[in-house]
């Protein structure tokens, strides 16, 4: 009896499954020798579950009797799966376009957060912003990173910085998260910045007695579903010892620690996402060798962030020291007001240019390894048999082209399919 099926892309120049034996992450010389497969096919089942990667003859035999909702001939064409986007800021009203113009005059980051710009600027606006508002803004700009590739994007809160506008945005994620065909993991943010008007000590003390508690009867009725805690720790905002009582009430409630570190100060932060546990820390621009070891050791994913440091003129993370130290190197975006890019191929791009990282590497950065720092390595990441059948097509024979056209994206992306379900059709978006 012939079996139905979802979809089969076949005779694909490449296909490129990132890794075939089940792995969490890539590290090393791991993520320099990834798996491709040449003139493949990929199947997908009725349940959006990959059921077959290999030689497309071989795929055509064992599949000849098969019936399939949807048939791709990627003749010419290369595969990969969907990009991961393991760091974003997506859901907040107003922009910050001006301060831009404060960057490049020669502000710093702090500069800004202390004459009332940054975080407190968009705070002012996402507080009095309606429900309704945020969900069609972050609709859109959940969009426009499905049509860079991105199929599973993590979302913070964090411009609410007290309960009901955390609740807020937190609703407003989870929402998207069922109304999107975009894969989404939610993380509470709540220790984004020092609101104003308290001390870093009271600021604590309503997010241990007041937010988290509130978090945690709203996941227990299953009114939200959120995945991730994070802290920003930094001078003049949470401190060490702040950010380790966050963080680990966050641990009790069953959340995964995924947070800001070291990014213009060395402040420790690896080493204490190493000792909590840490499943991801993002930055790291102000790493020490100590804390590269420590995050080595505990299998903590380091999260860089290419665009932040290249808009902020930071140093840039040490990327090659990580990766020679057995660091699982991932990437994001950061999007948010201070780091308007949805891209993941202008991600890759960066990492590679200016923090030295090959193409390989960059590409199990933005896959596989930032499936890992979102706890999703199992079901994403990479194209075997079981996973999600979440994919891109770029109209290329070689992969490497989607990082080398810079801002070329556009025209390689030929189509985008989230389980299977083909969401993006050439320039053509369906309908969320």
Sequence with gaps: MPTKCRLLVKNASQVVVICNNGEKYLTKNAMQNLCVVENGSVVIGCDGVIKAVGPADAIQAQYSEDLFEKVIDATGMCVIPGLVDAHTHPVWAGDRVHEFAMKLAGATYMDVHRA????????????????????????????????????????????????????????????????????????????????????????????????????????????????????????????????????????????????????????????????????????????????IAAMATAKTAAVLLPTTAYILRLPQPRARDMLEAGVIVALGSDFNPNAYCCSMPLVMHLACVNMRLSMPEALAAATINAAYALGRSHTHGSLEVGKHGDLVLLNCRRWEHLIYQLGGHQELIRCVAIKGNVVLDSDKTLDF
């Design 116 to 291: 009332g710009g940054g975080i407190h600027f968009t705070v002012e606006r996402t507080r009095a912003a309606a429900a309704s508002d945020l969900l069609a803004s972050l609709t859109a700009k959940l969009g426009r990173m499905l049509r860079t590739g991105t199929t599973l994007v993590e979302c913070k809160s964090g411009y609410g910085l007290e309960l009901d506008t955390e609740v807020r945005m937190l609703e407003v994620i989870e929402a998207a998260r069922y109304s999107l065909p975009i894969n989404i993991s939610s993380t509470y943010c709540g220790a984004h910045a020092v609101p104003r008007g308290k001390t870093v000590a009271e600021a604590t003390q309503d997010i241990l007695q007041v937010q988290l508690p509130a978090l945690r009867r709203r996941m227990s009725s299953g009114e939200l579903r959120v995945d991730n805690i994070d802290v920003f720790c930094e001078r003049g905002v949470f401190d060490l010892d702040a950010t380790r009582a966050i963080l680990q009430a966050g641990k009790d409630m069953g959340l995964q620690i995924n947070f800001h570190g070291d990014e213009l100060h060395p402040m420790n932060s690896a080493q204490l996402g190493a000792e909590l546990g840490a499943l991801a820390i993002s930055h790291l621009e102000e790493v020490t060798a100590e804390g």
